[in-house]
């Protein structure tokens, strides 16, 4: 099992090695949704930031044993920038409740609700290709400077860590889940000329529990213009308890630079079991970042003696006209 997922790790990172991206703090919220996936980039020191999306669930296995499964749930999000641009703290959870019928000669229901997931950390950008670099313009060719360049394809890198709880009996994971677990993943992100974006996340999940999940998500993601952005993303699970290659899509609507609407779709292409999910999603941000400006005082102590010394020679020039006269 392990060496299956290291494979494909593998194969992954070498598939997704093309990306670039831009600054921290952005004028607009820079939400994670729509899609499940981390952006490289944290919401920028001082800014409080929320995501949520309640959603409608529907599961249905064909073979034995065979059920049917109604719901509905909400996934959410907390982050705020803190200490540096580069550092985010976040919390982050999905609650679920639903009915599941299984399919035998006497129907049995059952009702489950709880978390799916419930986890605090934070996530910390590590490599931004374009900090402390400028962008040389080429005058004589406007096709030059909107071309694909080949330092387009050093990705964004971050990493993030956290803690997992969860409760006893929790009915959505494998038996004996309980308390603390870790999780741990590497992000990268990637901004291209044109509106488009891909992201990738590679993330370990409940580390020393009974069910370790390996995740990678790949989201590709394209703004018409400065209100609409539509997605496609696909979110492949592996772990003994369960195992999923779920496809996402949708698309988001900026109301004003601090809050974004958003709906997507989930589904996949097996019966064991499909998933088919409805989501509808809102970010909005509490926005009290400030923009430092680092002063050299070295050549502000050379402007101060240039300036006095300006002002000398003025004066001196004055005296000299005046004793002409």
Partial sequence: MLKTIKLNSVL????????????????????????????????????????????????????????????????????????????????????QSDKKIYNL???????RAN????????????????????????????????????????????????????????????????GLSYTASIITQSNFYGGWVFITNFLMDRISSNQEDFHYILTLTHSFNPKWVVFAEKHGIKSDFYADNLMRFGGGYLLN???????????????????FNMNLGVSYRIDRHEDILKINNKSA?????????????????KIKNFDER
Avoid: M, W
């Fill in 12 to 95: 992954i990172i070498i598939l997704i090695f093309t990306q670039i991206c831009f600054g921290q703090y952005t004028e607009v919220i820079n939400s994670n949704r729509p899609g499940v996936s981390q952006s490289a980039f944290s919401v920028g020191k001082k800014v409080l930031q929320f995501e949520i999306g309640p959603y409608i669930i529907n599961e249905n296995r064909s073979l034995y044993p065979s059920y049917d499964a109604n719901g509905h749930g909400v996934d959410f999000a907390v982050h705020y920038g803190i200490i540096r641009e580069e550092l985010e703290l976040n919390i982050k959870g999905t609650f």
């Fill in 105 to 111: 000669t006497i129907p049995v229901e059952t009702e």
């Fill in 115 to 178: 978390f799916k997931q419930l986890s605090i950390g934070a996530k910390y950008l590590i490599y931004d290709p374009n900090k402390n670099r400028e962008e040389k313009i080429n005058l004589y060719s406007y096709h030059a400077n909107i071309g694909f360049k080949l330092r387009d394809l050093i990705p964004a890198v971050a990493v993030s860590a956290g803690f997992n709880y969860d409760t006893k009996n929790n009915p959505y994971l494998s038996t004996g889940v309980e």
């Fill in 257 to 275: 630079k601090n809050l974004q609407l958003d709906s997507s779709l989930t589904l996949n292409f097996k019966d064991t079991p499909s998933v």
């Fill in 301 to 317: 102590k050379s402007e101060r003696k240039r300036r006095s010394r300006n002002r000398k020679k003025s004066k001196r020039k």
